[in-house]
């Protein structure tokens, strides 16, 4: 496993950026929570989310939790690297499944670590269900 991504399983307090129950970003919050994180979720409108207090944007949290997972669309994660950066984040992994590519290497010039095209769900412990049948694939074709 890559640096970055163990930088991710061994930090246990991260911020999930874009939660909510009707998109995946919901499902990272709610699985990691269950798995011992200790998280802080992220939306522009929610005052709380499974039962957490839910900040509008990373610019708001006032914990020391410099590392973030990136659950929204290409378009607003442009918005979401220019928080990170402002806030000082060092760690960003924008989830698999979409094109990112833009926000990656505005963040990569700014020094940020990134983690992308993977999901989070096949390698925090205990990886179960497809996530697991995910992740013998990708370390059956070398791409875990």
């Not at 020094?111 to 497809?130: D, F, Q, R």
Request: aromatic letters at 10%; charged letters at 25%; hydrophobic letters at 40%.
């Amino acid at each position: 496993m890559n640096e970055v991504i163990q930088h991710f399983i061994d930090t246990k307090s991260i911020v999930v950026v874009g939660v909510s129950d009707k998109k995946f970003g919901g499902v990272i919050y709610k699985t990691l929570k269950k798995r011992g994180y200790d998280l802080s979720p992220v939306h522009p409108t929610k005052e709380n989310f499974d039962g957490d207090k839910c900040f509008t944007k990373l610019t708001e949290l006032s914990s020391n939790v410099r590392t973030a997972i990136v659950a929204v669309s290409p378009e607003v994660a442009k918005t979401v690297v220019n928080d990170a950066i402002e806030a000082g984040f060092s760690h960003l992994w924008f989830q698999q499944g979409k094109d990112f590519s833009e926000s990656i290497k505005m963040a990569e010039k700014n020094g940020i670590k990134i983690v992308s095209n993977k999901c989070i769900l096949m390698y925090a412990e205990p990886v179960t269900g497809i996530h697991a049948f995910h992740r013998f694939l990708a370390r059956l074709f070398k791409m875990a």
